[in-house]
């Protein structure tokens, strides 16, 4: 196999990780627990309805058919700087900054024109994440709960993407929706932004990273996850499951680099995850 090019990066990224704090550095992030239990497409698909299984959770994401779905790594940078934003000012009225590029640095990306440029993909997958509707479901045996919920209900963009250094006159905001903003509040999860960075080529890497972590959360003993569960939770979007794997072990990898904790181990028929610490401590992040 040859070497990942992105290797010397990650290690990088590693080796400032653990030299310095999350706290210290100013790279503490938050996610919202329902969105990393299962996930947003990692590609394009057809249609304007998608589906992820995680055990007896379903996230179900509709969006109107002339906007489409979001999916990729923008709108999972989007929901950790919404995420990490609405834990730091508990308020649900975000101020995104006078300027795109100064967000876009936020989102720790680079401006650039054009129909395939970063500018294009950030407006596109803005609009599609803020106008998607979310379902989330929990059935088992004893019980079925669901809450469905915008998450946005305001979204105001004074974005000028011809000039993007250039502030407008007014300051873009949204107001996240009540019920997404009290799922945040009930159940942040603790992540290193750094790592979030680090990660961002890859959809698949920061799911993985972010379920690690959350998992590290209350796992109390090994369990092996078998991986056609691992397929419907991260990747039911692969032709075969052979294809999956191999997409699953090259960015868990990465997630490794960045988060040496995560403790695991092949197993016959799955992934078996094991106790461990979490990327970021509670303690550590003030909760």
């Known amino acids: 196999m040859p070497p990942d090019p992105s290797l010397p990066a990650l290690i990088a990224d590693t080796l400032a990780i653990e030299s310095e704090s999350a706290q210290i550095a100013g790279a503490l992030g938050f996610l919202a627990r329902a969105m990393v239990q299962a996930t947003l ?15 007896a959770y379903t996230l179900h994401l509709l969006a109107p058919a002339k906007i489409g779905l979001p999916y990729g790594t923008v709108p999972r940078l989007l929901l950790a700087w919404l995420t990490t934003e609405a834990v730091r ?19 720790d990306m680079m401006p650039t024109g054009g129909r395939w440029g970063s500018i294009t993909r ?12 979310v ?49 945040i509040i009930a159940h942040p999860i603790p992540v290193d932004m750094r790592a979030i960075r680090a990660l961002k080529k890859s959809p698949l890497a920061l799911d993985i990273y972010a379920w690690m972590t959350y998992r590290a959360s209350y796992a109390t003993k090994p369990s092996e996850i078998p991986w056609q569960a691992l397929a419907m939770q991260f990747g039911s979007d692969y032709a075969q499951l052979r294809q999956f794997k191999a997409a699953f072990l090259d960015a868990l990898r990465k997630v490794h680099t960045v988060y040496a904790g995560a403790n695991f181990e092949l197993g016959e028929r799955g992934l078996i995850v094991k106790p461990t610490r979490t990327h970021i401590s509670r303690k550590e992040a003030g909760l």
């Open 41 to 55: 497409p990692h590609k394009k698909v057809a249609g304007n309805e998608f589906e992820r299984k995680n055990g």
């Open 89 to 107: 000012t508990k308020n649900r009225e975000l101020f995104l900054g006078d300027s795109l590029s100064k967000f876009m640095a936020e989102l």
């Open 122 to 133: 950030l407006k596109d997958q803005t609009a599609r994440l803020f106008a998607s509707t």
């Open 135 to 183: 379902s989330a479901t929990y059935h088992d045996k004893q019980s079925q709960t669901e809450a469905g919920f915008r998450l946005a209900d305001r979204s105001t963009l004074w974005w000028d993407t011809k000039t993007p250094e250039q502030a407008g006159l007014w300051e873009s905001s949204v107001k996240l929706s009540e019920t997404f903003y009290n799922e």
